[in-house]
């Protein structure tokens, strides 16, 4: 079986019901990435660090990776499961898989020099990064000539 595109014969008909007759919208998405999800994320910038908080319930602390390469962070995880029941008359198997990857671009001003902390409770991965110290009696004013 081949897919053909919707030939748009009746204009009425695609001004009434939009959503049903955009098959250009539905064959485009891809179905089966309604499934893959990508969790909540809070950034909370303080006077002397930054909090990134991970929403990713379900997973262990073993599943996830997180890195800094080139000033980009890179959070993920991968769960993989697998169940199996067996009963007098039949046996059942199920497989569990849930990943996702997110990466930010760090500011400058995070301090590469200071621990950086990462931890997983109640299904909250919080990663904990410090701020540069600037000395407040330092003057951080340029002035710019004009040719």
Known sequence: MSLIKFNKAFPVLDRMFPEILDTDRFFNQDLFLRDNWIPAINVKEHETDFEIEVAAPGFSKKDFEVTITDDILTISAESKRESEKEEENYSRR??????????????????????????????????????????????????????
């Not at 930010?104 to 301090?111: A, E, G, I, N």
């Not at 109640?122 to 540069?132: A, D, F, P, Q, R």
């Open 94 to 147: 199920e497989f569990y898989y849930n990943s996702f990857k997110r990466s930010f671009t760090l500011p400058t001003t995070v301090d590469y020099s200071k621990k950086i902390r990462a931890k997983y409770e109640n299904g909250v991965l919080l990663v904990h990064l410090e701020k540069i110290e600037v000395s407040k009696t330092e003057e951080h004013k340029k002035t710019i000539e004009i040719d």
